[in-house]
């Protein structure tokens, strides 16, 4: 019973009574054969908010009811709504991740008592386990922007470098993307690499701090647009307007700073394709017992610059 109330409590702290379309039946228990739940990152990053409507809309049109949570980047927390998930008899989980270590058992046990997984924009360690991983291509989306930051630094000057969550695998291979180009070119000089947790106050705050001992500062390269709006507010703040941003995410308010100038660059991640694509591959699943398609799949991102800009609309091309 106090199981039961914790998780009952977590699901109306995180999201309110809105946060899923109700069946017929009303309240947050939906029935499970047409039940899809949707567990993300936290919605203040845009990113985040866009894959879980996005998964959410396609779900409707496809039938399903849908339960639309959020971990909050929290392991534990995540294990608590995959037992929601489980204890609704949920017909498919989409997952964007808390860890690509710590999510591997909690999704073997949702496998375990019946409940597929497809995950999104995260993978995890380990393989067989969910039967979708649908990812953007990071190192090549990493490669795509540190080519567009070498030229735009004109092959050398001072740079620092942001990187997200340690313990999420895509800010690993965006840093290894970004420094397998940067490390051609001897006159371009990381003078810092600090994580900031992909949050945009963590970023704004330390690239403050960065400043304070180093002003000589050409670049920075940032592995989400979050922490590209922070460091961009803080050098707008220090006066240095003419220090190149480049971003990843390719996230609406990113998007308008390249219009503005006020940020060079961004590498688009398709998070609008990635999540519908997810909830076709559940259907499909749900329905066939297959979805005819490898696990793990690799979608290429797309460079944004004050040339391209107007093509992109809500992660994703017009």
Request: aromatic share 6%; proline share 3%.
């Amino acid at each position: 019973m106090k199981r039961l109330i914790i998780l009952m409590m977590t699901i109306i702290a995180t999201h309110g009574v809105g946060a899923c379309n109700k069946s017929k039946g009303g309240g947050a228990r939906q029935e499970g054969h047409k039940l899809i739940v949707i567990i993300t990152p936290p919605h203040d990053n845009p990113f985040f908010k866009a894959e879980a409507e996005t998964a959410a809309a396609k779900a409707k049109v496809l039938g399903y009811d849908t339960l639309v949570l959020s971990h909050e980047d929290d392991a534990n927390r995540q294990d608590q709504l995959v037992d929601t998930a489980i204890g609704n008899r949920a017909r498919a989980i989409i997952l964007d991740n808390a860890g690509a270590d710590a999510t591997v058992a909690t999704v073997r046990r949702a496998r375990e008592a019946g409940v597929p997984s497809f995950l999104m924009d995260r993978e995890i360690n380990g393989t067989g386990i969910a039967v979708a991983q649908i990812i953007s291509n990071n190192y090549q989306g990493a490669t795509l922007g540190a080519q567009e930051f070498v030229r735009l630094m004109g092959e050398r000057g001072n740079y620092v470098e942001f990187l997200g969550k340690e313990s999420d695998t895509n800010a690993v291979i965006r840093t290894k993307g970004f420094n397998d180009v940067l490390s051609k070119y001897p006159e371009m000089k990381c003078i810092a690499r600090v994580s900031a947790n992909w949050s945009q106050t963590e970023a704004f705050q330390k690239m403050e701090t960065i400043l304070q001992a180093n002003r000589s500062i050409d670049g920075v390269i940032a592995g989400n647009d979050t922490m590209a709006l922070g460091v961009a507010a803080a050098l707008k703040g220090a006066g240095l307007k003419k220090t190149i941003v480049v971003g990843f995410d390719g996230s609406p308010d990113v998007i308008a700073a390249v219009k503005a100038g006020e940020i060079r660059a961004t590498v688009l991640q398709p998070a609008s394709r990635i999540a519908s694509m997810a909830v076709e591959q559940a259907d499909t699943y749900i329905r066939r017992g297959s979805t005819g398609l490898p696990e793990k799949q690799l979608i290429d991102c797309l460079l944004v610059t004050p040339e391209n800009a107007d093509k992109f609309g809500l992660f994703e091309l017009k």
